[in-house]
């Protein structure tokens, strides 16, 4: 098994052990500005060894795909999960947008084994964070009355710390090249996995912290944790070979399908919608769809990419 997943598991462990393991707050803000800077820094300095206008179809296709997955959540959480509009649309908008650590983990598995992909892939990461996030709180405020503050929501979701530090690494990255970043690439791309496995523990500590959760909201939602998460990723995987990906960066698209919000999300839907409750997404984005996804989903989504691949002309 990888070890950036047995440090998962161990901070799963400790916590449910009770253990007094905890990484300091400072420490954990500094490995997340990280791990954001050195995934757009790498997928900027790719892109500047490819022409912009090439990538605009794949780029239209991601949008549609960030656009999709939410209206495709939503119905089942209002009428199979019976949630009413407003928990229903934030859990959707969490599941439309993406978790950009599980694409650190999917990205270091790929990296580990030789498979090759397009190292631009941290561009749709951007792509596909924003259009789940609008439709969710389009949803949600549907029929409903009230007003919403547009000027504060568009500046929580894209001067967000996720969005700024992925996206300006990516202009960076781009303007910058390889050779200019070149006195970087030790610390920012060699060091990359031993600074994933120091976040995993922290992740594994506060995905266990949120079980609590999980069980007050039933069985339903450790359903739809597990199950879209596939549906999903079939649905990714599909559109990146129809976009012309290479199975390695079509597994990695299919993966951030897979993937939930925890981060943008909850701060975006605070601010759209106040009255979803926010542990219901939580429990089911970190609680258990971020485990799902790092311990059994991601060489899941490696063989299906291996069937499904093939399978498109």
């Known amino acids: 098994m990888d070890p950036v997943v047995l440090f998962f ?17 400072a420490m954990y803000e500094g490995l997340s500005i990280y791990l954001l800077l050195a995934i757009g820094l790498k997928g900027g300095v790719e892109l500047a060894k490819h ?11 991601v949008l549609l795909l960030g656009m999709a997955l939410p209206l495709l959540a939503y119905p089942v959480l209002r009428h199979v999960g019976r949630f009413g509009r407003p928990d229903a649309a934030s859990i959707a908008a969490h599941y439309g947008s ?36 609008m439709i969710g709180i389009l949803i949600a405020k549907l029929g409903a009355g009230g007003g919403l503050r547009w000027g ?30 070149a006195p970087q690439a030790k ?10 496995a120091l976040f995993m523990l922290e992740m594994g500590l506060v995905a266990a912290s949120r079980i609590r959760d999980l069980r007050r909201a039933g069985l339903f939602l450790l359903a739809f944790g597990t199950i879209v998460p596939c549906v999903f990723a079939v649905i990714g995987i599909t559109t990146g070979a129809l976009i012309g990906l290479s199975p390695g ?22 601010i759209a919608v106040p009255e979803a409750n926010p542990s219901l997404s939580l429990a089911a984005s970190l609680g258990v769809t971020f485990p799902f996804n790092v311990v059994v989903g ?4 490696h063989r299906l990419t291996g069937m499904l691949h093939a399978a498109v002309p």
């Open 152 to 181: 504060a929501l568009a500046h929580e979701v894209f001067l967000g710390r996720s969005i700024l530090l992925l996206g300006g690494g990516l202009a960076i990255g781009w303007i910058s090249g390889p050779e200019a970043l």
């Open 98 to 133: 993406v978790s950009m650590v599980t694409f650190a983990v999917a990205l270091a598995f790929l990296v580990d084994r030789g498979i090759p992909h397009e190292e631009y892939m941290p561009l749709f990461v951007v792509v596909l964070e924003v259009p789940g996030l």
């Open 249 to 270: 960066g079509a597994m990695l698209l299919g993966t951030l399908a897979a993937s939930a919000s925890y981060i943008a999300a909850p701060a975006a839907m605070r």
């Open 9 to 25: 598991l161990l901070g799963v462990i400790a916590r449910l052990l009770k253990s007094d393991l905890r990484l300091p707050e």
């Open 51 to 61: 022409p912009i206008g090439p990538l605009l179809p794949q780029v239209g296709g």
């Open 298 to 301: 991601i060489p899941l989504y």
């Open 187 to 196: 610390l920012f791309f060699d060091l990359f996995k031993a600074v994933l």
